[in-house]
């Protein structure tokens, strides 16, 4: 893979990541390699993520870059990277709401139906985004994990409660991001973050 499709890959949308896969430009697992060291490099200075596996997103990756490769995705969303908001439900991954009154030792054996709908197109999750305690607050910040701070200016907040996935999108950390929105959510962390929620 060429260095400019490399740099270009965080400002790329899930449709033309689809195109590029389906035309062998580049593979879900070259693109989740990306995602992942973007992450490592801006986690720091953003918080936006509370929670990745990378041998488990490694792992997801070479399956769906195999279904590329046979001419056999799921979807368009085959290999997409897709963060989750810590409050829904991922299997074998813990789902905190942001809490210590969360037993984080529990068993996490079920995927919430936008999880589950994302594995079935062959979506790649790609980590679990910060939020505050149950989402209860319109900042993001909570006791376990602190504060996602604003990619324009990290001085500044995000928004909440989808904060985590607001920071990510304009970071480049993913192309999409699934969020909850109840009072502004969602709206909120768009609108500081210069995404579409």
Same mark, same amino acid.
């Given at each position: 893979m060429n260095s400019i499709i490399n740099k270009n890959i965080p400002s790329l949308s899930a449709m033309e990541l689809s195109s590029m896969y389906k035309d062998k430009i580049i593979s879900p697992l070259e693109v989740s390699k990306i995602i992942l060291e973007r992450i490592k490099i801006?986690? *720091?200075?953003?918080?936006?993520?509370?929670?990745?596996?990378? @041998?488990?997103?490694?792992?997801?990756? *070479?399956? #769906?870059? *195999?279904?590329?490769?046979?001419?056999?995705?799921k979807s368009l969303f085959d290999g997409v990277p897709v963060s989750i908001k810590d409050l829904i439900y991922v299997k074998g991954w813990p789902t905190l709401h942001? @809490?210590?009154?969360? !037993? *984080? !030792?529990?068993?996490w054996d079920i995927d919430a139906p936008s999880v589950a709908n994302l594995r079935n197109a062959g979506s790649i999750i790609i980590g679990k985004t910060n939020t505050p305690e149950f989402g209860h607050k319109g900042v993001t910040e909570n006791l376990i994990n602190g504060v996602t701070n604003n990619p324009w200016n990290i001085k500044?907040?995000?928004?909440? #409660? #989808?904060?985590?996935?607001?920071?990510?999108? @304009? #970071?480049?950390?993913?192309?999409?991001?699934v969020g909850t929105d109840g009072g502004g959510s969602c709206r909120k962390p768009a609108n500081y973050c210069g995404v579409v929620g």
């Open positions: 801006n986690q *720091k200075n953003l918080n936006a993520f509370c929670f990745y596996n990378e @041998s488990d997103v490694l792992t997801q990756a *070479k399956e #769906s870059e *195999k279904r590329w490769y046979d001419n056999n995705p942001g @809490s210590k009154a969360v !037993n *984080k !030792n529990q068993t500044m907040n995000a928004g909440g #409660s #989808s904060g985590g996935a607001g920071a990510a999108l @304009s #970071s480049g950390l993913g192309p999409i991001a």
